[in-house]
């Protein structure tokens, strides 16, 4: 398992949730990416991409201004 970083700050949806989509793209099953934006509707879209695509959703955390997402890439 490796953990990996997406730095999605400052950008509005629907891109941090596009440019998650294709970070995991890009990784493999077990590894965890962690999502660092500023969008208040990440905190709902990202968990509900996970369901969708069934990777899981490890965390989500509200620091200040920014919230981070940790997510397990599942791959079938």
């Keep these: 398992m490796t953990t990996h970083e997406l730095n999605a700050r400052n950008l509005l949806c629907p891109l941090p949730v596009i440019r998650t989509q294709n970070k995991i793209n890009s990784l493999d099953a077990g590894d965890h990416l962690v999502v660092y934006c500023?969008?208040?509707?990440?905190?709902?879209?990202?968990?509900?991409?996970?369901?969708?695509?069934?990777?899981?959703?490890?965390?989500?955390?509200?620091?200040?201004?920014?919230?981070?997402?940790e997510i397990e890439v599942v791959k079938s």
Excluded: N
């Design 38 to 69: 500023t969008d208040p509707g990440a905190l709902h879209d990202i968990p509900a991409w996970c369901r969708v695509h069934g990777h899981t959703l490890v965390s989500t955390t509200e620091i200040s201004d920014e919230i981070v997402i």
